[in-house]
Every structure is written in structure tokens, then in C-alpha cells.
């Protein structure tokens, strides 16, 4: 995480620090198989998106679990496929 959006007074600028409202991670999943994604963003109500290597949306089955944590599960095994999570 980190301080999120900052503003310059001196010169006006606004400046956003994605890192604290969004992760991402190359994963590889085993059909059915729960992988455990620790995100570290500091919420439980977190979006998740998941993508296949080629960037085609995979849907699975995702749990909140904490406010840093989240487990998901493809039915498929997925190689070097794209979880994207933001808050």
C-alpha cells in the first residue's frame, strides 16, 4: 500500500500511487484447486478480475477471506494467467 493520491501545493500536481489501490499477479491455478492471494490492500471488499495469458476474462470462484487475503479457484488449470484486484 502506500499514501494514495498527493497533492503539490507548490505547484498544483496531483499524483496517484496505483500501488495502493491495486494489485496484480502472474499465477498459474490447478483446476479446482484454491490458490491463496495475499493482496495486502487493507480491505476485505476487494474487486477481482482474472486473465488468461491471451487477456480472455476467466470466471472463478473467489472468497474474501481478510482484509489482505483472498483464495480463488478456476475449474481449468490456467498457466501464467493475470489477477488483477483493486479496492
Known sequence: AGAGISY???SGAISL???????T??????????LTINHALGETFVHVSLYKADGTKVDATIVLTDANNLK???VE???SAQVVVSK
Open 17 to 23: 500511487n496505483i500501488d495502493s489501490i491495486r494489485y
Open 77 to 79: 488449470n490456467l498457466n
Open 25 to 34: 499477479q502472474a499465477i498459474n491455478l490447478v483446476a479446482n484447486t484454491p
Open 8 to 10: 503539490n501545493s507548490t
Open 72 to 74: 480463488i479457484t478456476s
